[in-house]
């Protein structure tokens, strides 16, 4: 056996405690998550082994399918939402325009402060500061996040403007990869505006596109921070995410092995949406 050099000594040392880190920390949890999805453990006590009860009990249970329902509609809707309004703000942060270095500086404070806080902040805003500026104009202000029917809204919005920041600064890099030769030689065949942005700015960004619109997926699928600060899963359970549902019936209300075969499915469905943008999206760019 071939022995190490002192450089290839050095890497191993500096891997191999992060690998234990990470199998104690990561993947042991998730493997006795798994185990568990196959028991009723109730996160104490003793428990038995129920085979794939668990799994067959998600698909019949209505509170787990409006999770599922909520949780993606409001990815779905953000994404949408985010990415565009990210480009817009990325092609205007992206021209010649004064202080523009201090404007991305400002727009991406939201990303660095805490979820939770920006959740209780937008939560007093929508309880008490709209209503009441509604009411002072004559109207019937309440709160948004009292509204089964709306209170989703909210949750978008407070979600959107937070992700935002991360996603303009990401297409603000792709765009600066856009060389200029482009525009001069698409200027000369008359491609101004739109038509511009159509068929030479976007396709020279599309990988861009294509690994914002994976994260901002994946990252409002497993919305929990702006749930537990607005509405801790109301009014009536119509804004329960899933990741909020596993948190709460898990660990407080007695369905620790059911909620870990939910976070079993759970994870498959995410694994399944990236693969599938990742696949769509590729074969995009390549006939681009």
């Known amino acids: 056996m071939k022995k190490m050099n002192n450089r290839e000594r050095t890497f ?11 199998f104690v920390f990561n993947t042991l949890p998730l493997i006795q998550g798994f185990i568990y999805s196959f028991t009723n453990f109730k996160g104490y006590g003793s428990y038995n ?13 209505g509170r787990v399918g409006n999770s599922y329902w909520f949780t993606i509609k409001l990815a779905l809707v953000t994404t949408v ?11 205007g942060l992206n021209s010649k325009i004064k202080f523009k270095s201090a404007l991305r500086g400002m727009y991406f404070v939201p990303n660095i402060l805490g979820a939770l806080v920006v959740g ?9 500061i709209i209503p009441a500026v509604i009411n002072m104009m004559g109207g019937e202000g309440t709160s948004i996040l009292a509204s089964t029917k709306w209170a989703w809204v909210g949750i978008m919005i407070v979600c959107a403007w937070q992700a935002i920041a991360m996603n303009t600064i990401i297409y603000i890099s792709g765009l ?7 525009y001069e030689a698409g200027s000369i065949d008359g491609a101004t505006g739109w038509t511009q942005f159509r068929h030479l700015t976007f396709p020279l960004i599309v990988p861009f596109f294509s690994i914002n619109m994976v994260l901002c997926v994946k990252n409002f699928l497993m919305v929990f921070d702006q749930i537990m600060a607005l509405t801790k899963g109301g009014p009536a359970q119509s804004t329960e995410s899933i990741s909020y549902l ?10 620790f092995g059911f909620q870990s075969a939910n976070a ?16 769509i999206t590729g074969k995009k760019e390549e006939q681009l």
Do not use: C, H, K
Not at 120 to 128: C, G, K
Not at 176 to 182: C, G, N
């Open 246 to 255: 596993i948190y709460n019936n898990g660990m407080s209300g007695g369905q």
């Open 81 to 91: 939402v985010v990415n565009v309004i990210s480009l817009i703000l990325a092609i």
């Open 264 to 279: 079993v499915l759970f994870f498959i469905i995410i694994v399944v949406f990236s693969v599938t943008q990742l696949t």
């Open 49 to 61: 082994w129920v085979g794939l009860r668990n799994y067959a009990d998600l698909f019949t249970d």
């Open 120 to 128: 209780y902040i937008f939560n007093y805003f929508f309880t008490y």
């Open 12 to 22: 191993a040392l500096m891997t191999i405690p992060i690998l234990i880190l990470f």
């Open 176 to 182: 600066q990869t856009v060389p200029e030769d482009v």
